[in-house]
């Protein structure tokens, strides 16, 4: 990892995610407190989530953009986007409308869906494909070590002058990641416009991913889980409130402790990919989630809290494993189709099962809901972990080579 940082252009990139990431984790999180504080409801949190994940299901109609462009250039553009779009927070005061947020979290989301395609292809360009996973390692380390705090200090800003003070502080962030961004010198080569029609050129990303064996089970199983999973963004607020008697706040505290799980899982996911392979790697954090999702059930502050710490350390290992595994498996010219065809496949169950549980948590008991979601997750990386077999007489996914298209034809691997 630490090679990787003595390159400029990499600690530029890697110095303005690391601000992008500190407002990112303050800010989301108190979106869905400040609904909840506004309105005393669960739903209304659950829906503010909502707001955020549900641009993931127009990513394919746009994905095709990503790969028209440099990467550095529009990543840049987008950051300065968000830091415009977060502007309104900072004048409608405490009793403002309460609609204007959420459509600042749905354009937050906008941003999300454009940035994680447009990083993925700008981190194939800059990192040899065996660093791949230490990239992501490293960042996600970050990102999950920046949990201890982002949300303790955004909710400690929320709580002693409003949301307003820390849609600023994600404003600064984003144009200190832009800032870097305008730095940096990626050797890019032109993008080359592809000779079809632009309905094909759309949905070349969905082509290639149904057409790979390995990744698109991958991508289903994980569909399949986060159609289940999505309840416990609104049970959360449950959990706090009416299993331990706390305020809605203490998400943040809880939030942090799980970000200390997550540091471990994010330090130890290289070593843990090297034995286990990318795919060993994704069920087990998928496990791991499970347990600790199971853990929100007891009522009990120390079963939580240890539950977190077990949800945190197998967060990491899922997202490294699965971005990794979509990068050595992705040809570079598709990143960003490919990348937005993922996030509308396992967008749309996420989408519907957290609109589900913010309509649910009114009706259902939240415990419910989290063994429901438990079980989803403990069932996905099983499956996984099964399917592993399968490929023990193939070479694991670091070892293949993903060819590069030739420009104007199509990249469909063996079905």
């Not at 028209?68 to 529009?74: E, H, K």
């Not at 929100?296 to 197998?314: H, M, N, P, Q, W």
């Not at 997750?377 to 399968?390: E, F, K, M, P």
């Amino acid at each position: 990892m630490l090679s990787l940082l003595r390159d400029r252009n990499f600690a530029l990139l890697f110095g303005g995610q690391v601000a992008s990431m500190f407002g990112d984790s303050a800010l989301i999180i108190v979106l869905a407190i400040w609904a909840k504080d506004r309105t005393g409801s669960n739903a209304a949190a659950g829906l503010m989530i909502l707001a955020i994940v549900a641009p993931a299901l127009g990513g394919p109609f746009v994905g095709f953009l990503v790969d028209r462009v440099r990467r550095r250039p529009f990543l840049l553009w987008t950051n300065l986007a968000a830091a415009i779009g977060l502007l309104p927070l900072l004048f409608i005061g405490s009793d403002g409308p309460l609609w204007v947020i959420y459509v600042v979290a749905f354009g937050y989301g906008c941003f999300s869906v454009l940035h994680r395609a447009g990083l993925a292809g700008l981190l194939q360009v800059m990192v040899a494909r065996e660093q791949l996973g230490e990239a992501n390692s490293l960042l996600q380390t970050v990102r999950m070590g920046l949990r201890l705090v982002a949300p303790l200090i955004g909710a400690g800003l929320y709580a002693g002058f409003g949301g307003a003070a820390v849609a600023l502080l994600d404003i600064v962030s984003f144009l200190v990641a832009a800032a870097t961004l305008g730095l940096l010198r990626a050797a890019e080569d032109k993008p080359v416009r592809e000779e079809q029609r632009l309905r094909a050129e759309m949905s070349a990303g969905i082509e290639f991913l149904m057409g790979a064996r390995d990744l698109r089970r991958v991508v289903l199983t994980l569909g399949v889980a986060l159609l289940l999973i999505g309840p416990i963004e609104t049970a959360y607020f449950a959990v706090v409130e009416e299993g331990l008697g706390r305020p809605p706040s203490f998400t943040g505290v809880l939030l942090s402790i799980e970000g200390a799980g997550a540091l471990v899982g994010a330090l130890t996911a290289p070593r843990v990919m090297r034995r286990l392979g990318e795919m060993g790697l994704i069920a087990t954090g998928l496990l791991l989630i499970g347990v600790g999702v199971l853990s929100l059930v007891s009522g009990s502050l120390v079963v939580v809290v240890v539950g977190s710490v077990v949800f945190g350390l197998g967060l990491p290992w899922l997202m490294i494993g699965f971005s990794t595994f979509l990068q050595r498996n992705t040809p570079r010219p598709l990143m960003g189709r490919v990348s937005t065809a993922v996030d509308l496949v396992m967008g749309l169950p996420n989408t519907l099962s957290i609109a589900a549980g913010a309509l649910l948590i009114a009706v259902v008991d939240y415990r419910i809901l989290l063994v429901v979601a438990a079980a989803g997750l403990l069932g996905a990386g099983a499956s996984l972990l099964r399917d592993r077999r399968l490929d023990a007489s193939r070479p694991a996914a670091s070892d293949v080579v993903v060819e590069e298209p030739v420009a104007g034809t199509a990249v469909l691997p063996d079905r």
